[in-house]
């Protein structure tokens, strides 16, 4: 079983900052942390950035292979970018994907 769980959510002001992490447990020894996604209210998931094109405009994603861990700084944020955000990742050389339970950003003054 592998395990993903986000954490640095929560409600931020316009033009703040947040860094949300995401970390990996369970049978992970090949398991790559690759993506962040987000699903805004009348929208579709979508993707946000990946670790092999991190940065996205005001997101940028890093991972850290050490701590099984990946992160999303997203910065300047806006009222649209209110949503749940996801951690992916995906088993190497099979088909397996694996999703966190989505974590609640909020921008709002």
């Known amino acids: 079983q592998v395990q993903l769980e986000e954490s640095g959510g929560g409600l931020v002001q316009p033009g703040g900052s947040l860094r949300l992490s995401c970390k990996a447990s369970g049978s992970i020894a090949d398991i790559d942390l690759r993506a962040w996604y987000r699903k805004v209210p009348g929208k579709s998931r979508e993707l946000i950035a990946t670790t092999w094109n991190p940065v996205t405009g005001r997101f940028t994603v890093s991972r850290n292979n050490a701590k099984n861990e990946i992160y999303l700084q997203m910065n300047s944020l806006i009222p649209e970018d209110t949503g749940v955000y996801y951690c992916?990742?995906?088993?190497?050389?099979?088909?397996?994907?694996?999703w966190g339970q989505g974590i609640q950003v909020t921008v709002s003054s």
């Open positions: 992916n990742a995906k088993k190497r050389g099979g088909p397996d994907e694996y």
